[in-house]
């Protein structure tokens, strides 16, 4: 969770994982269905965010999307890395959406 931006979550992992020869610290969320949309990757950045501030990683971690098949006919599983600086421009777009949906919400 988020103190300073009143914002809270349920990620599925942190911890480490391997990509491309490197192990980087990272948050993970699985996702059932056909498709990673959009709106995933915001979600995961305020995780890797709210994982800094709550003391629990010195730097903003990378992230990592799993998605699932729900039904037989969805795609086959899928994983998606983000690094790090990406997640931090993630991060100041989910900071942007979360105050227009406070706006809206007024």
Not at 32 to 41: L, N, Q
Not at 84 to 90: E, G, I, R, V
């Amino acid at each position: 969770w988020s103190k300073r931006y009143g914002y809270a979550g349920t990620l599925d992992f942190a911890g480490q994982i391997a990509h491309e020869g490197q192990r980087l610290h990272a948050v993970a969320d699985n996702k059932t269905g056909r498709a990673i949309y959009k709106e995933a990757f915001l979600q995961i950045a305020a995780y890797g965010h709210a994982l800094v501030e709550m003391g629990q990683s010195d730097v903003m971690p990378a992230g990592c999307i799993v998605r699932l098949p729900k039904v037989e006919t969805d795609p086959a599983f899928e994983a998606v890395v983000i690094p790090p600086d990406q997640m931090k421009a993630n991060h100041k777009v989910f900071l942007s959406v979360l105050e227009l949906w406070k706006w809206l919400d007024a």
